[in-house]
């Protein structure tokens, strides 16, 4: 049974380009979280995805957007990259049940530097 | 605001030496309090869900208790290998059950032989 795969492991960016990060969830898992992990922190929510669409949102500019695809697979893209986007970028995917409280998994992450 | 705050930060112990990391959170209404583990440059790994007051859960030599405002990650007779950086997370009541999680800096610990 497959996890949560993202790709790629690794990017480099300068400031002002774009990036696109991607995320396959655990099999039978419906929900797809994206994370934000600076250096020594714990990782703070940027978004969430469920039947496509944006359900929840951090603190986080316009500049992050995403997307989730029919086959529950999801993208983060980042505009006009800054130097403090520079961290450990971490999907969670999870299974939407009505009533009950899930669990979400982790993906290795994509480590993101920008110059 | 919700918040979570781990302490301590770094925690160095010998092999076989037991000890408790802390985990105290403010919350709108608990909907689950988690605990992860996470290697340097990993994502975090699944270790236990808690849901209510007095709830206890175990595997292998780790043992997670929850009270009201904080909760303990137990770790009995630990090895090298349980080297890590522990998270701890919280999912509030307005998030419902799929709310994000909002998390700890976590506990760096270090198991020397």
């Known amino acids: 049974d497959a996890g949560v795969t993202q790709s790629p492991t690794h990017l480099i960016k300068t400031r002002g380009q774009q990036v696109t990060l991607r995320c396959s969830p655990k099999?039978?898992?419906?929900?797809v979280s994206w994370y934000q992990q600076a250096l020594g922190q714990g990782p703070q929510f940027i978004f969430q995805?469920?039947?496509?669409?944006?359900?929840q949102r951090g603190n986080f500019p316009d500049r992050f957007s995403g997307h989730q695809f029919p086959n529950y697979s999801s993208e983060l893209n980042v505009n006009a990259l800054l130097l403090g986007d520079s961290a450990l970028y971490l999907c969670?995917?999870?299974?939407?049940?009505?009533?009950?409280?899930?669990?979400?998994?982790f993906g290795p992450g994509t480590r993101l530097l920008v110059l | 605001e919700d918040q979570v705050t781990q302490s301590p930060e770094a925690l160095r112990l010998q092999e076989g030496e037991s000890s408790s990391l802390n985990c105290s959170y403010t919350v709108s209404g608990l909907r689950g309090l988690f605990w992860y583990r996470q290697d340097p440059g990993k994502g975090p790994e699944f270790l236990f869900t808690l849901y209510s007051a007095g709830e206890e859960k175990e595997k292998e030599r780790l043992k997670a208790t929850l009270t009201k405002k904080e909760s303990f990650l137990h770790i009995t007779a630990p090895k090298p290998e349980d080297s890590a950086t522990y998270l701890c997370a919280v999912r509030n009541y307005y998030g419902g059950s799929q709310g994000n999680l909002i998390f700890g800096k976590g506990t760096k610990l270090s198991v020397k032989p």
């Open positions: 995805y469920y039947e496509e669409e944006e359900r």
């Open positions: 099999s039978g898992h419906d929900t």
């Open positions: 969670a995917s999870s299974q939407h049940l009505a009533g009950t409280t899930e669990t979400q998994y």
